[in-house]
């Protein structure tokens, strides 16, 4: 069973930063894309960052420049370096991960249970 556990969400003011972690177990993640999703109240889930089996990455336009995706394939995680953060960066944090060497996008994506981030101005 595929599970990803997700932490270090929480508050910080305009312009301060946050490093966000995911840890899978239950499959070779290693050899899986792996990437965030956010949703804000009101609006629908979008893809912030994805990394692939290589390291090759893509961003949301929006945290271009300011956030980072990286992993760590020995210890079956992923991170998101978020810097300069905005009040509206604010919303839940998804870790997403497919059976896909190249992409979080598509069918069947296992989800972890999300954790929040809150930007005040």
């Known amino acids: 069973q595929v599970r990803l556990v997700e932490s270090g969400g929480g508050l910080v003011q305009a312009g301060g930063s946050l490093r966000l972690s995911c840890t899978a177990s239950?499959?070779?993640?290693?050899?899986?894309?792996m990437g965030w999703y956010r949703q804000a109240p009101g609006k629908q889930r979008e893809l912030v960052a994805q990394i692939s089996r290589t390291s090759y990455t893509n961003y949301a336009d929006s945290v271009k420049g300011r956030f980072t995706i990286s992993r760590d394939n020995a210890v079956n995680t992923v991170y998101l370096q978020m810097s300069s953060l905005k009040p509206e960066d604010t919303a839940v944090y998804y870790c997403?991960?497919?059976?896909?060497?190249?992409?979080?996008?598509?069918?069947?994506?296992?989800w972890g249970q999300g954790t929040q981030v809150t930007v005040s101005s």
């Open positions: 997403a991960t497919r059976d896909s060497r190249d992409t979080v996008v598509g069918d069947h994506v296992y």
């Open positions: 239950g499959i070779i993640s290693s050899i899986n894309a």
